[in-house]
């Protein structure tokens, strides 16, 4: 198929609508629904980033997308019973992708509703069976189990949109695209995120353990497809807060480090202990326990859990121009941090990063992404 129809483009009054190769056949197939503009938008830049990872860290990987930029991105690994109960994952055995899912959606589950999933792997029984509870629009992977399909085929009464990509597509190493009717060409972003990036450490602190080295590389590679500015935090393996889109780098800070706040105040004992009917449904439960930690925990309270969170990794897409924002990731448990460096300032980041003992890579590459 070298061409595919969509029903409008990100608006309905954007019509005609279509995706299509200029050379060759599209290296994706729809199994099910009728995925739309900006489902495709999110779907290729979700799965560009769960294959990155993949590639770096020998890991499955997962993604939970909304507007072009990740609500969550993990890593396959196995849950806690604090996750299970929090992410509301179901008991017994659970495949790795499936736990990458979970994850990445659980890093965020507001910002997740409505998603579209990206997957590194097969989706299996596992993952599908999971996906069928939450609201989502749809899912990408490099293929599905007969289990799955059949799954995901009965939820949105059909309609869910299923999109099955071939993982050996390389596009072409010139991309275009345009705006007001002007053509903008640039090579394709196709640099590689790998540990080598993380050698050039400039604090004091040099002691960078290899579970910080795979954060840091999560935290780099979400970046990479996240909406700039943007600033990740992470913490084992899967992000904890994402800052996208803001004008200012303090202010992405800021927003990624009140989603990290709110995911670690999910585990608050008073937060886990709230009873909800089995009927509830799932986004209500997500409303009211983000109204309860609002509302419901006092500001000592918060203060005192929230000063427990640590060894947590903080990626920039780009460098932090002054200390501020190396004080706002410390509020939030932040003991690793990874940015390009290069601003004139640099001199006073890394002295704030000592003052708090933190070890800071400098990777000397920006990951702007529009």
Not at 18 to 39: H, S
Not at 256 to 280: C, S
């Amino acid at each position: 198929m070298t061409e595919l129809e969509l029903k409008y483009g990100c608006n309905p009054n954007q019509k005609p609508a279509r995706i299509f190769m200029e050379e060759g056949e599209l290296p994706l197939e729809v199994l099910n629904g009728k995925p739309g503009y900006i489902n495709f938008m999110d779907a290729l830049n979700s799965w560009q980033l769960v294959k990155a990872l993949k590639q770096a860290t020998g890991l499955p990987a997962a993604a939970s997308f909304k507007h072009v930029s990740p609500a969550g991105a993990a890593l396959g690994l196995p849950l806690s019973d604090v996750e299970r109960q929090m992410y509301f994952a179901p008991e017994g055995d659970l495949s790795p992708i499936a736990c990458a899912y979970i994850r990445a959606r659980g890093a965020d589950r507001l910002c997740s509703f409505g998603d579209w999933a990206a997957l590194s792997d097969t989706c299996d029984g596992d993952t599908a069976r999971f996906l069928a509870l939450e609201v989502s629009d749809g899912v990408i992977a490099p293929d599905y189990t007969d289990e799955a399909l059949e799954i995901l085929k009965t939820k949105r009464k059909g309609g869910y949109n299923v999109v099955k990509i071939d993982p050996d597509y390389a596009p072409a190493p010139i991309e275009r695209r345009n705006i007001f009717g002007i053509t903008f060409e640039q090579r394709y972003n196709d640099l590689a995120i790998n540990q080598d990036m993380l050698t050039n450490i400039v604090t004091r602190n040099r002691d960078l353990p290899q579970a910080a080295k795979n954060d840091m590389l999560l935290a780099l590679i979400t970046l990479k497809y996240t909406q700039s500015n943007s600033v990740c935090y992470v913490k084992d393996g899967m992000t904890i807060g994402v800052g996208a889109g803001q004008q200012s780098r303090i202010h992405c800070t800021r927003l990624a480090g009140n989603k990290a706040d709110i995911w670690w105040l999910r585990q608050h004992p008073k937060v886990l202990a709230l009873p909800f009917p089995a009927d509830v449904r799932r986004p209500d439960r997500d409303n009211a326990i983000d109204a309860f930690i609002a509302d419901g925990l006092t500001a000592q309270e918060k203060a005192e859990w929230i000063a427990r969170l640590e060894g947590v990794t903080l990626g920039s897409d780009a460098f932090f121009p002054f200390g501020d924002n190396v004080e706002r990731a410390q509020q939030s448990g932040v003991k690793y941090i990874a940015q390009p460096g290069g601003s004139i300032r640099d001199d006073q980041v890394i002295q704030t990063a000592d003052k708090f003992g933190m070890v800071m890579a400098f990777t000397g590459v920006r990951l702007f992404h529009h």
